[in-house]
């Protein structure tokens, strides 16, 4: 029997607790992929919030939850996933180290500093804890369809984008990394505000597989855009 992986959630939002977001037949939460799911059990849920730790134990009525990381007793074979607010990452990633779990899953974006990442990547290896940045339209069927038919030599690609670029304007990022490969320069276009807690910049990506990349971010519209197009040289992609 293969042993059970135990699952500390750190933050309890909508990510990672939100119970019935939408109806769906696939789980909108960590939990209820937890509830779903053979091979792991939920161990413990870390949220600080009282508010929030509330609705957690009305929704999961058998949750242990506890305000913070260092309040949860050991468990063999943990993993812990943290979907606290991004500005939290970093001091929740030096706990979650701690613990010397068999791994840590992060919600994107990993953190917000460049000196942090690179600080949370050498304690990755120095204590052999893999830490994973979740980028969960990787397994959204509807990307992996187009993942089919993407052109192997792009000419260019423009992507629109509301919603901020830690949310809306990293998933296509990262898709078009998994697509093809290294990034081997980043050019701001243009001025943006910087005060938003989630912006939305334009720049240009340019990769070595010999294309460049355009993101036109837009702040002053009230509905979600999202859209890519890539030109190759039998046409284009949209």
Not at 33 to 40: A, D, F, R, Y
Request: aromatic share 10%; charged share 20%.
């Amino acid at each position: 029997m293969t042993d059970l992986l135990n699952i500390i959630l750190v933050g309890g939002g909508k990510i990672s607790c939100g119970k019935n977001r939408f109806s769906r037949r696939e789980p909108m939460s960590h939990m209820e992929g937890i509830m779903l799911s053979p091979n792991v059990v939920p161990h413990a849920i870390v949220e600080p919030d009282e508010a929030r730790k509330a609705s957690i134990t009305s929704d999961w009525r058998e949750a242990s939850v506890h305000r913070h990381i260092r309040d949860v007793p050991p468990a063999p074979m943990e993993v812990i996933v943290i979907c606290s607010p991004t500005v939290n990452h970093y001091s929740c990633i030096l706990d979650a180290i701690e613990r010397e779990p068999i791994a840590i899953i992060v919600e994107k974006p990993l953190c917000l500093e460049t000196e942090h990442a690179r600080n949370i990547l050498g304690l990755s290896q120095s204590s052999n804890v893999p830490i994973y940045v979740n980028f969960n339209r990787r397994f959204d069927t509807r990307f992996n369809e187009l993942s089919t038919f993407i052109p192997q030599e792009p000419i260019a690609i423009h992507v629109d984008y509301t919603n901020g670029i830690n949310n809306y304007g990293s998933h296509f990022i990262d898709l078009i990394f998994k697509w093809y490969g290294k990034c081997l320069s980043v050019r701001q276009i243009g001025n943006f505000n910087s005060r938003e807690s989630d912006p939305n910049p334009s720049f240009f990506l340019e990769f070595e597989a010999g294309f460049s990349a355009y993101f036109q971010g837009f702040d002053d519209v009230d509905y979600d855009l999202l859209d890519m197009k890539i030109w190759h040289r039998s046409g284009l992609i949209k």
